[in-house]
């Protein structure tokens, strides 16, 4: 069968349950919506096609069905796959506009509004929903920025070589014990990551109803490097990008099976909220 893909192209997707990476089929595979960069748009577009299907294949080898969306979505399969989503996956990319954090440009460069836009929306449809929603990279940020916090616009020393040109600068990611991204990533309460950011969260930065689940050192002090919701739902960001495997330790194929789990879970309430806007 066919599903609008990001830009509404009509791309082909398995009928049937989703397999996981052993082939083992679920009864039920939730449908995560992945927001993605308009890869065409970008200043390598076959590398930007590529780091947009490393997320869309981290679902999917967790048993997730992956619903791709960009800022080209027409809106009426962008608002159907809002209202069907069972999981919200909000990916790396662009600086989001510091004026959604209530500041002027001090560092942010290549903002992408439309995709702020998308992305606002998704996560407002999430909320009033209860959908658990996992974030990477700039997705960290945004649920940071989406939940009234702010953004360092930057930092020296996590930027490291792009994706795909080079190898990954990394540094070690220190777990806060106790918390739901550690118990995910444990039993180790430091990791080595990958980085590719140069914007970050200090403490002063993080927004209220979250709480610092891993911090990095910087130039600029400790940055908050995984954050998640202190209320219990499934709401977890971190700043490197697990789904770049060749950089990351397997621990955090323990994350996305749980998000994905979650996901199925949350399918089983029902799907009742249409998005507005």
């Given at each position: 069968?066919t599903?609008?893909?990001?830009?509404g192209?009509?791309i082909?997707?398995?009928d049937?349950?989703a397999?996981?990476?052993?082939g083992?089929?679920?009864?039920?595979a939730p449908r995560?919506?992945?927001?993605?960069?308009?890869a065409a748009?970008?200043?390598?577009p076959?590398?930007?096609?590529?780091?947009?299907d490393?997320?869309v294949?981290?679902?999917?080898?967790?048993?997730?069905?992956?619903?791709?969306?960009?800022a080209?979505?027409?809106?009426s399969?962008?608002?159907?796959a809002?209202?069907?989503?069972?999981?919200l996956?909000?990916?790396?990319?662009?600086?989001?506009?510091?004026?959604?954090y209530?500041q002027?440009?001090?560092?942010?460069?290549?903002m992408?509004?439309?995709?702020?836009?998308l992305?606002?929306?998704?996560?407002t449809?999430?909320?009033s929903?209860?959908?658990?929603?996992?974030?990477?990279?700039?997705?960290?940020?945004?649920?940071?920025?989406?939940?009234?916090g702010?953004?360092?616009?930057?930092v020296?020393?996590?930027a490291?070589?792009?994706?795909g040109?080079?190898?990954?600068?990394?540094?070690p990611?220190?777990l806060?014990?106790?918390?739901?991204l550690?118990?995910?990533?444990?039993?180790?309460?430091?990791l080595?990551v990958?980085?590719?950011?140069?914007?970050?969260?200090?403490a002063v930065?993080?927004?209220?109803?979250?709480?610092a689940?891993?911090?990095?050192?910087?130039?600029?002090?400790?940055?908050v490097?995984g954050?998640?919701?202190t209320?219990?739902?499934?709401?977890i960001?971190?700043?490197?990008?697990?789904e770049?495997?060749?950089?990351?330790?397997?621990?955090?194929?323990?994350?996305f099976?749980?998000?994905?789990?979650?996901?199925?879970?949350?399918?089983?309430?029902?799907?009742?909220?249409?998005?507005r806007?």
């Amino acid at each position: 069968m066919t599903r609008p893909g990001p830009g509404g192209d009509a791309i082909e997707t398995i009928d049937g349950p989703a397999q996981d990476s052993k082939g083992a089929a679920h009864a039920t595979a939730p449908r995560i919506v992945v927001t993605l960069a308009v890869a065409a748009d970008q200043e390598h577009p076959d590398l930007a096609a590529g780091r947009n299907d490393l997320y869309v294949a981290a679902m999917a080898r967790h048993g997730a069905t992956p619903v791709p969306l960009d800022a080209r979505t027409p809106d009426s399969a962008r608002d159907e796959a809002l209202m069907a989503m069972d999981g919200l996956l909000l990916t790396g990319g662009a600086d989001l506009d510091p004026s959604r954090y209530r500041q002027p440009v001090d560092g942010a460069y290549g903002m992408d509004p439309q995709r702020d836009e998308l992305e606002a929306l998704a996560w407002t449809v999430a909320a009033s929903r209860a959908v658990p929603v996992l974030g990477i990279c700039r997705g960290l940020q945004a649920i940071n920025v989406f939940s009234g916090g702010t953004i360092l616009q930057h930092v020296e020393g996590h930027a490291g070589q792009a994706w795909g040109t080079g190898p990954a600068a990394t540094h070690p990611l220190r777990l806060v014990p106790g918390t739901q991204l550690a118990t995910l990533l444990g039993p180790d309460n430091v990791l080595e990551v990958n980085a590719y950011h140069h914007q970050g969260i200090r403490a002063v930065d993080l927004a209220g109803g979250l709480r610092a689940a891993a911090w990095a050192e910087s130039v600029a002090g400790p940055l908050v490097e995984g954050l998640e919701a202190t209320s219990g739902r499934f709401v977890i960001g971190v700043q490197c990008h697990p789904e770049r495997t060749e950089s990351t330790p397997a621990a955090f194929e323990g994350l996305f099976s749980a998000f994905v789990d979650a996901a199925r879970s949350s399918g089983a309430t029902g799907r009742t909220a249409r998005p507005r806007g």
